[in-house]
């Protein structure tokens, strides 16, 4: 039935790079991926899949379903299409999508037999306010018995672990006065600013090595002789876990709000964007992934282990469903993701081509958990041994 699957993809091929390429020459940014999801959608119901539009009140979020009628596990694939600020589709999202919808059309030329459900979730805006999170929130992946995606790269790479993720805004309330006149008039807000970033560098030595602490001034004041009485930064505080990066959180809260005791201004907090928690990976599916790389020629010796490539909203289903996210080679040299130079590489034939092999190897991975109910009932004892540890 693998080989019917590997048909199903090959003959649909000419059709996912012609997607592929229009959503990479037309990037759109995070909850504005009107003409991508629609692309999207027509193709699912192209494929008699039912589509679920606006999911949750997302514009640009849907969920694709067929139900092969028979009894058998339900798995999700993952969708992601939104692109960079400036830079476009150098995250390789315009592949991520077909990559996933790809997966699903071949996968759907047996399950009539196999029996099960497959379920495509287009999740819009994962670089910032990714949909996975309130979808996860909201179950939609509890009753998912495992979940798929995979990411390009310029390496062969297991699924491994992601960051947690806290976005964090503060606002900074002074009070306005001459510079040079009467600046004792004032209460500078930019001064708060300045020493809510000397207090986190100073409170980076006592972290974990894995913490990452990055932010920006977006707001500092408007004139060199106004004292500013609006000031405004934003944080992302990461970890290895969400246990950690909440405890982390809330050293930089009091950073900030020691910041506004010593000028006098006030202070307001919130959160930017959404949090992601870490990635669960399930070694257990991961190995299955792994199994049809070797047998497509990826030798274990072409994969690489990586630690973690930053935030994933992905991590927030993991801990709803047994998950895995690996890397798929699709492009020969080596370019870090978010770069102009991956995204000029992953528009070329080499990535498409990269595209339709990680396709392939996402529906024989779920083809083989289908038919295998020892395999998915050690997957998911798996994710509850892991569950209860966290």
């Not at 894995?210 to 004292?227: L, M």
């Not at 506004?260 to 991961?286: H, P, R, V």
């Not at 779920?366 to 997957?379: F, K, Q």
Request: aromatic share 8%; hydrophobic share 40%; with cysteine.
């Amino acid at each position: 039935m693998k080989e019917r699957i590997y048909n199903t993809i090959d003959f649909h091929t000419p059709e996912f790079q012609a997607i592929s390429t229009y959503i990479g020459q037309n990037p759109e940014l995070g909850h504005e991926e009107f003409l991508a999801c629609a692309r999207l959608i027509e193709e699912l119901e192209r494929h008699d899949f039912t589509v679920e539009r606006a999911v949750l009140d997302i514009p640009t979020a849907f969920l694709g379903v067929y139900d092969s009628g028979k009894p058998g596990p339900t798995v999700a694939f993952l969708a992601e299409y939104d692109a960079l600020p400036e830079l476009g589709h150098a995250c390789g999202h315009h592949l991520i999508c077909m990559m996933s919808i790809g997966a699903a059309v071949g996968l759907k030329s047996v399950i009539d037999e196999t029996g099960g459900v497959i379920r495509v979730y287009g999740t819009p805006a994962e670089e910032t306010k990714g949909a996975k999170v309130p979808m996860s929130a909201a179950g939609l992946f509890d009753d998912v018995d495992f979940a798929l995606m995979a990411h390009p790269y310029y390496t062969y790479e297991r699924s491994g672990e992601s960051l947690a993720l806290d976005a964090l805004q503060f606002e900074y309330f002074g009070k306005a006065a001459h510079a040079a006149a009467s600046p004792y008039e004032g209460v500078n807000a930019l001064d708060a600013v300045l020493m809510l970033f000397n207090s986190v560098n100073a409170l980076r030595q006592q972290l974990r090595s894995d913490v990452r602490i990055h932010g920006i001034i977006t707001e500092g004041g408007q004139a060199a002789n106004i004292i500013p009485d609006y000031a405004v930064a934003q944080f992302y505080v990461r970890s290895s876990s969400r246990a950690y990066t909440n405890e982390v959180a809330a050293k930089v809260l009091k950073c900030a709000e020691g910041a506004a005791l010593q000028t006098g201004c006030t202070l307001t907090t919130s959160n930017y964007e959404y949090s992601y928690d870490e990635l669960n990976t399930n070694e257990t599916l991961s190995a299955v992934f792994n199994r049809n790389l070797a047998s497509a020629g990826i030798t274990e010796e072409m994969i690489q282990t990586g630690k973690d490539h930053g935030s994933l909203d992905l991590g927030n289903v993991s801990l709803h469903c047994p998950t895995i996210h690996p890397y798929m080679k699709v492009i020969e040299e080596k370019h870090l993701l978010h770069t102009p130079e991956f995204r000029d590489l992953a528009m070329q034939q080499r990535a498409l081509d990269g595209m339709i092999l990680a396709a392939k190897m996402l529906a024989a991975t779920a083809y083989d958990v289908i038919t295998d109910p020892a395999l998915l009932a050690e997957i998911k004892a798996e994710f509850e041994r892991t569950r209860l540890t966290r």
